[in-house]
């Protein structure tokens, strides 16, 4: 079993709805939690980051972290064609040096 | 403010050969780690270098080393290279603070190595 469990989808929607996106892991030493936009064949962009469990907001994107299941969101509102990518999931333990991540899922947002 | 710098961007060579890849850090950044992404999969980590030093070492076998340099840069070598090292290699850097690797990290573009 790995780690960290992400569908790697795709997942198609339309213009303007609201997306999620969804990780689960094992690993209840996992503190620091991340998700990273990847464009094809690019490196991947950091979305979000946020530390133990709770929510955080910033702009059209919402992570959410529920450290009780193992498990992490990421909320797009508003989906836009540009936010067609692969999304990943990422996840450290505290102190740890690693980024141990999920698969990814790949969005597309139809115009 | 420059970002993460990775060269070559792509690279293609030949089983048994050996290729070295660079990395610039994000400026301020002072440690540099390496992941290996394959194919529709997410990036696997290599290694992560602190003070010139490997610090940390994920489940790669020793055909993989790394260096870093007092300017924090770093270099990935793979030696007797594989079919199945064929990959997008990524660096990514980030700032120790007060000696614990608390920040998150910054990818750089990736290079894209082919082996034949």
């Known amino acids: 079993q790995k780690e960290v469990e992400q569908d790697p989808g795709p997942l198609s929607v339309p213009e303007g709805a609201i997306v999620s996106l969804n990780c689960t892991y094992s690993n209840s030493a996992f503190q620091y939690f991340m998700w990273y936009r990847q464009y094809s064949r690019k490196g991947p962009e950091l979305l979000m980051y946020t530390y133990s469990s709770g929510n955080k907001e910033d702009g059209r994107f919402t992570a959410q972290v529920d450290k009780s299941s193992k498990y992490i969101s990421l909320f797009i509102r508003d989906s836009q064609p540009s936010d067609s990518a692969t999304y990943l999931c990422?996840?450290?333990?505290?102190?740890?040096?690693?980024?141990?991540f999920g698969a990814g899922t790949i969005l597309r947002v139809k115009s | 403010d420059a970002g993460v710098t990775q060269s070559p961007t792509h690279l293609i060579k030949t089983r048994g050969q050996q290729v070295t890849l660079r990395c610039s850090p994000k400026?301020?950044?002072?440690?540099v780690s390496w992941y290996q992404q394959a194919l529709g999969q997410g990036p696997q980590f290599i290694f992560q270098?602190?003070?010139?030093?490997?610090?940390q070492r994920g489940n790669f076998p020793d055909r993989f080393s790394g260096h870093q340099f007092p300017n924090y840069s770093s270099e990935l070598n793979v030696n007797a290279l594989l079919l199945g090292d064929s990959a997008l290699y990524l660096c990514?850097?980030?700032?120790?603070?007060?000696?614990?690797?608390?920040?998150?990290?910054?990818f750089g573009p990736g290079t894209r190595l082919t082996v034949l």
């Open positions: 270098y602190y003070e010139e030093e490997e610090r």
């Open positions: 990514a850097s980030s700032l120790e603070t007060s000696g614990k690797s608390r920040d998150t990290q910054y």
């Open positions: 400026s301020g950044h002072d440690t």
């Open positions: 990422a996840m450290k333990i505290e102190y740890g040096n690693k980024l141990v």
